[in-house]
């Protein structure tokens, strides 16, 4: 029997799908992950992946989130500096074209905190050094099929520019299953939640309740030692925060397909519009043709009487 969900103080309904949203749970999972400072050591794992690198003291990582920087009400970002880098990780459901746009907002905003930070006097005539951005983005949307892609901002440019001439780039790494192996490999947390995000797949093919299916997973990971500990200790605060992340997909999703029929039905009614004016448009001008043939009709008789009148008098 399907499970019917319950409304309690801390969630907020949508009505067309009967999604409810717990407003407890702000935070993305992969955010508590990789960029909690309780987590630090998450964080240097995936940075030693992506890099090559093999750092290990937690105290050199900085973490340079943006708290105020909120989509839908999810503050979805991890910003850290390390080794002279200012890096940005963000995890995506959906794919999005302009994810180097939303990458180029949140890195100024975190050199406008570095400089602050640092007093740096950006209006003098010598050179200040800041950290090298890099941005990366782990989308494990299903229709995303490449292991990894670069996009860049110079596509979304309305008139196109020399190569160099400005550029900024985000890369998109594919964690689905099958893709990335060593990456996941050299990182385990990494590894770890992409097999907790599958398993959660997995069990919404089978159960109807994306509640049930989501504590399925969760319970799954925790027997079978994916991120184990992590979930024994903030089980329920994990569960939240994914049916969170699925309710706020869904109503996005929604958002999207409504959006998508008004313009379609929009077009529908300018197309009807159009073509009632084109007919209406071909009456007038049948109509005025008409007239114009009666007319010309007309006035042909009366030259023909006038010649006839001519005729007569000559007589």
Known sequence: MKKKNIKTKNTKRNTKNNIYVNREHKDRLFKKLFGSAENKANMLSLYNALNGSSYSDETELQIYTIEDVIYLGMRNDVGFIL???ISLHEQQSTYNPNTPLRGLLYHAKMYEKFIAQNKLDIYTSKLKKIPTPQFYVFCNDERFKEDKKILKLSDAFIQPVKEGSFEWTAIMININKGHNPDLLDKCETLNDYATLINK???????YESIEIAVTKAVNWCIENDILSEYLRMHKSEVIGMVLTEYNQKEI?????SEAFEDGRLSEIANTEKERKRANDAEVRADAAEERLSQANTYIKELEQKLADLNIASTK
């Open 252 to 256: 996005m999703d929604d958002i999207r």
């Open 200 to 206: 959660i797949r997995e069990f919404k093919e089978i």
């Open 83 to 85: 080794d002279s880098y």
